[in-house]
Every structure is written in C-alpha cells, then in structure tokens.
C-alpha cells in the first residue's frame, strides 16, 4: 500500500513569491491535516480537511491557505513568502477524522525563501 | 487548552542503555495519547498510541502507560539499539471530532554504539 505522498521534496523560493505543495493520502484515507515544522517552533497544526471541507484551522495567517479534492488529495498554497516560511512542510492522512485515528505522515517538502 | 510537555533533549545514551522519555500533558477530558517517531530525512512514523486510563501502548520493544493521575505518558525502553536514534515526539488528541493532534516540541535521542 502506497504510504503519503508529498511532492515537491525540495523547493526553493524568494521572498514576494507564492508557492502550492502537494499531498496525495493513502488510498482510501479522507483527512489530510498539513504542518509546519521549524527548529524554533517545532511542529505546528496548519488546517485539516475532510471530504473537501476544512475542518479545523491553525494559528497561521491568511497567506496559507489549502484544499482538497474529490480524490482526497490536497494542495496547500503560501502567497507573499517570507524569509520565515523556510520550513519542512509535512502533510498527514488518515482514514477519518475521528480523534483516536492515528496519523501517516509524508516525508515531507522542504521549503527554502532566498 | 491542550497542550503537551516532554523533556527537551537532546538525549545520549550508550547502546543497551534504558531510555527514559518523560511526556506530560493538560488536556480537559479524556484525550488519546500518542508517540511518534521521526527519523532523518523522514516524516512522522506513529510509535504507539494509548486511548484511555491505564492502557500500555508498545511497539519495536517501546512502552508507554497512559497515566490518568499524573497526566503522563512516559516513554520507555529497556534495551536501546544504535537503530533508534531519531526524534521522538509525545502528542494528544482530544475527544471531539474538530480536535486537532497537539504536539510537543520532541526529544532528539542519539545512540552511541
């Protein structure tokens, strides 16, 4: 069984610029949930969604934004980058979104603002 | 709200050493607790989870007991290996559906043959 996967692994970017990363879930897994994860701040909840709908939300600003499509996968997109948004981004599944449903992680997309 | 505490690292141990990882927790209700594991270059692998009082969650020789009365959920192994050296993360999830997983901020652990 295919595990998560995140495209691109790498990506490099300067400041003003937008970026999309993208996550396809296990097959069969309907909630994708994103994070950023940075040695300062460590891992932090970005938005979950489930069945193309988001349902939770972290304490980001506006210029992160996501969805996701019919097929479960899904696409998160940072406008204005800035030098702090270099990060890995990782991106989970699962099967629902139900609290004791552990999580599957991608290996992420590394995030680098010149 | 929810949050989770666990002991700042980084850790070194000798091979065959017992390992030690604490994780504490505020949480109203009662949420699940888990470990992950997240080795170089790599995402999050989840270690073992625990979904109520008094359970034990264990995998690859790792025990945790979910500790109502002290809010803990302590990571052990008796028997390290070089292997599993990584970063070990203590998480929670609350009971409604609209919780989200919080993490803490992990505990890097080195292994010296």
């Known amino acids: 069984k295919a595990g998560v996967t995140q495209t691109p692994r790498y990506l490099i970017k300067t400041r003003g610029q937008q970026v999309t990363l993208s996550c396809s879930p296990i097959?069969?897994?309907?909630?994708v949930s994103w994070y950023q994860q940075t040695p300062g701040q460590g891992l932090q909840f970005l938005f979950e969604?489930?069945?193309?709908?988001?349902?939770n939300k972290g304490n980001f600003p506006g210029r992160f934004s996501g969805r996701q499509f019919s097929n479960s996968r899904s696409e998160m997109n940072v406008s204005t980058l800035e030098l702090g948004d270099s990060a890995l981004y990782l991106c989970?599944?699962?099967?629902?979104?139900?609290?004791?449903?552990?999580?599957?992680f991608g290996d992420g997309t590394r995030l680098s603002i010149l | 709200g929810n949050s989770v505490t666990q002991m700042e690292g980084p850790v070194t141990l000798s091979e065959e050493a017992f390992l030690t990882i604490n994780c504490t927790y505020t949480?109203?209700?009662?949420?699940?607790l888990f470990w992950y594991v997240q080795y170089p270059g790599e995402g999050l692998q989840l270690l073992l989870k625990?979904?109520?009082?008094?359970d034990k969650g264990s995998n690859k020789g790792f025990e945790a007991t979910y500790r109502k009365e002290t809010t803990s959920f302590h990571l052990e192994k008796g028997s390290v290996q070089v292997s599993d050296s990584a970063v070990y993360f203590c998480?929670?999830?609350?009971?409604?559906?609209?919780?989200?997983?919080?993490f803490g901020s992990g505990t890097r652990l080195s292994i010296r043959p």
């Open positions: 969604y489930f069945s193309e709908t988001q349902r």
């Open positions: 625990a979904t109520k009082a008094d």
């Open positions: 998480a929670l999830s609350g009971r409604s559906s609209a919780s989200k997983i919080i």
């Open positions: 949480a109203t209700g009662y949420p699940s």
């Open positions: 097959s069969g897994h309907r909630s």
């Open positions: 989970a599944s699962s099967w629902d979104s139900q609290p004791n449903q552990p999580q599957h």
